[in-house]
């Protein structure tokens, strides 16, 4: 298996522009997840799906993100409008558990690093 | 509120030592525990996960440990070598249902040749 694929793996773009980040996930993993790293905050959950749904966006930091699982091998995070805060790695993973979980571990892409300026 | 801290931040030690990986949290109401390699500019690779009802995992020359009572888990590494070098995370997924998993920080792992 290719594991889970992000697009791009690096974007730069000026602040007010819209980010797309898109990811991949294994094939057969039903819960997917977006995850955001920064030096000062660690490893933060935007958000996760299950079975294509939104389970917990709790982690959503603004009404300028959003998130889409269209289907069960591809999604997609907006940032709209960036700003240069929104710099960091952005993470997607996924796993093949359902809700009530199971024990199987977690698998993350490479991670898209965004630059906003 | 669930918090899981990684001491120390970073660590530098020479080819062939054993040494020990500390992470701890403060809701001992977890489901599991895993631990995670981070390689620089890369994804998180899991290493071993601990279920609740374990207490150890060991997967070649690594060993988790599990004390759940205590919120504290270890990772052991045997005869480090310079390909070990690498951050180290730990997270751990709280009862109830929800996947969300909590990260510590990480400890940055350095192994001199």
């Known amino acids: 298996d290719a594991g889970v694929i992000q697009s791009p793996r690096h974007e730069v773009t000026e602040m007010g522009q819209e980010v797309t980040l898109r990811c991949k996930p294994i094939?057969?993993?039903?819960?997917l997840f977006w995850y955001r790293q920064t030096m000062m905050r660690g490893l933060e959950l935007l958000i996760y799906?299950?079975?294509?749904?939104?389970?917990?966006d709790s982690g959503m930091p603004e009404d300028r993100f959003s998130a889409k699982m269209p289907n069960a091998s591809f999604s997609t995070l907006k940032i709209q409008p960036s700003e240069p805060r929104d710099s960091a790695v952005y993470f997607c993973?996924?796993?093949?558990?359902?809700?009530?979980?199971?024990?199987?571990?977690?698998?993350f892409g490479n991670g898209t690093r965004l630059t906003v300026t | 509120k669930q918090e899981v801290t990684q001491i120390p931040a970073a660590l530098s030690v020479p080819e062939g030592e054993n040494l020990v990986l500390n992470c701890s949290f403060t809701?001992?109401?977890?489901?599991?525990l895993q631990w995670f390699r981070q390689d620089p500019g890369k994804g998180l690779t899991s290493l071993l996960l601990?279920?609740?009802?374990?207490r150890e995992q060991t997967s070649g020359r690594l060993n988790a440990s599990l004390d759940k009572s205590s919120g504290r888990s270890t990772l052991y590494i045997a005869a480090s070598q310079p390909g070990d070098s690498a951050t180290y995370l730990c997270?751990?997924?709280?009862?109830?249902?929800?996947?969300?998993?909590?990260f510590g920080k990480g400890t940055k792992l350095t192994v001199n040749p």
């Open positions: 601990i279920q609740s009802s374990q």
């Open positions: 799906f299950n079975n294509n749904v939104p389970i917990d």
């Open positions: 997270a751990v997924r709280p009862q109830g249902g929800s996947e969300k998993l909590v």
């Open positions: 993973a996924s796993t093949p558990t359902g809700t009530g979980g199971s024990n199987s571990p977690l698998h």
């Open positions: 809701d001992s109401a977890i489901y599991n």
């Open positions: 094939s057969g993993h039903n819960s």
